[in-house]
């Protein structure tokens, strides 16, 4: 099969003969689209070419339509005005960037500041998708294109493709039961893995893999007895005086006050790092809404501190950083 014989309608040869059709002349057909005469001339008999069919007669002045001719000139100007509307909106969505978005975002983000950029992005898009689970899932749907923005702790800084934007950077810090640190000094996780078991999080998830760290600094190797999936979790097993384990601020702020009361945080001096939440798209698309959620995100985190006065005990002063560091921490 010829697969020349296959190939769609050129529509800017199109668009030139359908203007020649109307003037029934190349040259004032070339003086309307702001083009040679030779090129007039050049479209058409490509558009012939490519139809295998004669839609000019040249010999007669003014030029006349042939019959094959006067059929595409008949039939073609729906076809050029939905390629005309189709142009017109796709540089309308690019300048507003608001067509249709796909978000993903990992859960502890989601669950605290996430309505708020949802409610946001609801305003500037006319569609909106949301994907909410752990960071390896979001980093590989943006990897597949099933995603447009991703909010996660991965700033793909090894892939030109993409381009990512701090949120902000937060401390690790350690929580146990309210009462069960009593008369402990600020920093003593020893005595924590001494007197209770240590709730882990996942060893595949980027946040059990962060934890590990901690403890191997602090040389620390607490018995793996207790393993949880979810933030929320570990939250409430400490609460209920399970044992003490390592979080981030926003971990605990995803569970809102229900434990404010019943949770203690130890600082964590030594080995401690920053978790880093990023903004990542690919590099040229969605610039102008990515710069925007950055500082709804972070006036989304301030509004969410400032509504519940509880939930700024799981913010200790200097635990959550907005400026941007050389990346020694990931």
Known sequence: MNRQNERPVDLYQ???????????????????????????????????????????????????????????AQNAEPLLGLARQLKAQALEASQSEGAYLRIGMIDSVANTIGPALIKQLMARTNGLSVQIGMATAQEQALLNREVDLIVSTNAFVDTPEFEHRLLYRENFVAIVANGA????????????????????????????????????YNDLNPARKLEVDHADTLTLLVAQGLGWAITTPTCLLQTGSRFAAEIALVPIEKGNSMRSIYLVSRRGEFAELSRALVDDARHALFALLDADPALRRYVPDGSIDFAEAPRTDE
């Open 14 to 72: 199109l668009d030139v003969f359908m203007t020649v059709a109307a003037t029934r002349s190349m040259s004032a057909a070339a003086g309307v689209l702001g083009i040679s005469q030779s090129a007039v001339s050049q479209a058409l008999a490509q558009l012939e070419q490519s139809l295998g069919l004669t839609l000019i007669d040249r010999s007669r002045r003014p030029l006349a339509l042939t019959s094959g001719g006067l059929y595409v």
């Open 181 to 216: 640190a009593a008369g402990r000094e600020p920093a003593a996780l020893r005595t924590l893995a001494q007197s209770q078991p240590f709730i882990r999080y996942s060893r595949t998830s980027t946040l059990g893999i962060r934890v590990e760290r901690v403890l191997r």
